[in-house]
Nanobody, 115 residues
Framework: QVQLVESGGGLVQPGGSLRLSCAAS????????MRWYRQAPGKERELVTTINSVGNIRDYADSVKGRFTMSRDNGKNTVYLQMSTLKPEDTAVYYC????????WGQGTQVTVSS
């Protein structure tokens, strides 16, 4: 059974940093590209970034370029999203997703950027 468990969210002040994690299980993680999405209140889910199976980033959303970095550890079946210089508009629930199982979602982790 495919499982995705996001963690690491919280409340942070503008300009601060957070590191999100997503632990995956139930599929061959090392063979799948992985994605981070986010969904802000009242908005559609937005693709933040994609990493391929060997750790190369395909692209970042323009809104996060230069501030967010995605990485993966295939030995731990985990992907990460390092977020820095956070802005209030980064407030959202953040989700990871496996490209080979696009219909499976975790519960997400809430990130709130506020002073």
């Amino acid at each position: 059974q495919v499982q995705l468990v996001e963690s690491g969210g919280g409340l942070v002040q503008p300009g601060g940093s957070l590191r999100l994690s997503c632990a995956a299980s139930g599929f061959l993680f090392s063979l799948s590209a992985m994605r981070w999405y986010r969904q802000a209140p009242g908005k559609e889910r937005e693709l933040v970034t994609t990493i391929n199976s060997v750790g190369n980033i395909r692209d970042y959303a323009d809104s996060v370029k230069g501030r967010f970095t995605m990485s993966r550890d295939n030995g731990k079946n985990t992907v990460y999203l390092q977020m820095s210089t956070l802005k209030p508009e980064d407030t959202a629930v953040y989700y990871c997703n496996a490209a080979i199982f696009p219909d499976y979602w975790g519960q997400g982790t809430q990130v709130t950027v506020s002073s």
